[in-house]
T-cell receptor, first 114, second 120 residues
């Protein structure tokens, strides 16, 4: 099935550093979502973006919906050990008739070294 | 509010056995999704329901897989017979129908904790 191109696949960073990851798609979405998955748990929604060009923050997290509607990035500032996990981007086309299934990237595995 | 509930959390079975995974969506949500997650393929949508009706089952791997949603608060994913390549984490997610064009009025999918399946 369709998938998004998410990069990088993994990152090892020092505590306190900023992190950036992104997703690109060959098709247009009108919703971009970023999830975090902790070991043994399901993905948890971090940020949802609904408009092209939109920049949204949630604490130390900032995400942007690309102007072309084919990409999005997520930034984490001043990383801390609990930021460790797998981050997934997901695209969705929401129409008047209702939801379409999410299309997921393969994830970015983040490791934070204290 | 309780989130999406899945059971069992872990399942170990032998090849050829029937496996049944269960999901209780968030109350009031009218979409339900079944996903499979593996290291190789990431998160894959298997099937989704709207108002208990299967809408798209194109992601179901083969006839050994079947899913039902007899009512708004319960769904099952069944594998019969199971095979070692079915080993994965299976997630259920639910959401409400959205209304396009109203900022902040769009709901997205909330995931359960998953069922980790190992077929020996």
């Amino acid at each position: 099935g369709q998938q998004l191109n998410q990069s990088p696949q993994s990152m090892f960073i020092q505590e306190g550093e900023d992190v950036s990851m992104n997703c690109t798609s060959s098709s247009i979405f009108n919703t971009w979502l970023w999830y975090k998955q902790d070991p043994g748990e399901g993905p948890v929604l971090l940020i949802a973006l609904y408009k092209a060009g939109e920049l949204t923050s949630n604490g130390r997290l900032t995400a942007q919906f690309g102007i072309t509607r084919k990409d999005s990035f997520l930034n984490i500032s001043a990383s801390i050990p609990s930021d460790v996990g797998i981050y997934f981007c997901a695209g969705q086309l929401i129409r008047g008739s209702g939801n379409t299934p999410l299309v997921f990237g393969k994830g970015t595995r983040l490791s934070v070294i204290a | 509010d309780a989130g999406v509930i899945q059971s069992p959390r872990h399942e170990v079975t032998e090849m050829g056995q029937e496996v049944t995974l269960r999901c209780k969506p968030i109350s009031g949500h009218d979409y339900l999704f079944w996903y499979r997650q593996t290291m190789m393929r990431g998160l894959e949508l298997l099937i989704y329901f709207n108002n208990n009706v299967p809408i798209d089952d194109s992601g179901m791997p083969e006839d050994r897989f079947s899913a039902k949603m007899p009512n708004a608060s319960f769904s099952t994913l069944k594998i019969q017979p199971s095979e070692p390549r079915d080993s994965a984490v299976y997630f259920c997610a639910s959401s409400r129908k959205t209304r396009l064009g109203l900022a902040g009025d769009q709901e997205t999918q909330y995931f359960g904790p998953g069922t980790r399946l190992l077929v020996l």
